[in-house]
């Protein structure tokens, strides 16, 4: 089964506007990934955070994890048409796992 | 920094034909290697991971199978396909344990009809 679950599934917004991805997953894990995918194209990783580190930033993109809630988000903020893309979390415990994704609709 | 070239990019076949996907991966040594599918609109399934030449796993039970013949290089296969096989398929690599980031390949999407 799937470790990760994304919520919400799409989300549109205006450029400029923040835009936040949730991920749920449901066992331990070593560390969680964030990976975006434009459409037709292979995965590029975004930021990884270990199961001991709460937050972590790189440029436009906060991520945050809570493991006694087996949680994360994703913030990218000021977004910009660029960012229109899917978005997946992965946990890692042995192998990664992949969530079903987040559509992210960035409006000009 | 390393590259992941897959091909064919893209492929239309016949239910019941074979297949052959190939994967190659420069700037890199000794990489563990994966094979990934992706249902339309679906997160990624992992399908086969391989940490050196020869060496196959297979993470479920299928109509596909995998081969490490060199050490940046890794096929996917299949004797006859289905038409649950269509789907995008994408080569992974990753370095030594599968605790750190992983590179994907640009896919190759193959519809069977």
């Known amino acids: 089964s799937q470790q990760g679950e994304e919520d919400p599934q799409a989300l549109s917004i205006q450029e400029g506007e923040n835009a936040t991805m949730n991920c749920s997953y449901k066992?331990?894990?070593?560390?969680l990934q964030w990976y975006r995918q434009n459409s037709g194209r292979g995965l590029v990783h975004l930021i990884l955070?270990?199961?001991?580190?709460r937050e972590k930033h790189s440029g436009r993109l906060r991520v945050t994890l809570d493991t006694s809630k087996k949680s994360s988000s994703l913030l990218i903020t000021a977004s910009r048409a660029a960012d229109t893309a899917s978005y997946f979390c992965?946990?890692?415990?042995?192998?990664?796992?992949f969530g079903q994704g987040t559509i992210l609709t960035v409006h000009p | 920094s390393q590259t992941i070239h897959q091909w064919p990019a893209t492929l239309v076949q016949p239910v019941g034909s074979p297949l052959s996907l190939e994967c190659t991966v420069e700037?890199?040594?000794?990489?563990?290697l994966y094979w990934y599918r992706q249902a339309a609109g679906r997160g990624l399934q992992l399908l086969f991971y391989?940490?050196?030449?020869?060496?196959i796993s297979s993470e479920v039970p299928q109509n596909l199978s995998a081969s490490r013949p060199q050490d940046r290089q890794f096929i996917l296969s299949s004797k006859k396909l289905l038409l649950s096989d269509s789907g995008f398929y994408l080569c992974?690599?990753?370095?030594?344990?599968?605790?750190?980031?992983?590179?994907f390949g640009p896919g190759t999407r193959l519809t069977v009809l």
């Open positions: 992965a946990t890692s415990y042995g192998k990664l796992t």
């Open positions: 066992t331990s894990i070593n560390n």
């Open positions: 700037g890199t040594s000794n990489p563990n």
């Open positions: 992974a690599t990753g370095p030594g344990g599968s605790y750190n980031e992983q590179f």
């Open positions: 391989s940490v050196g030449i020869g060496q």
């Open positions: 955070i270990r199961s001991n580190e």
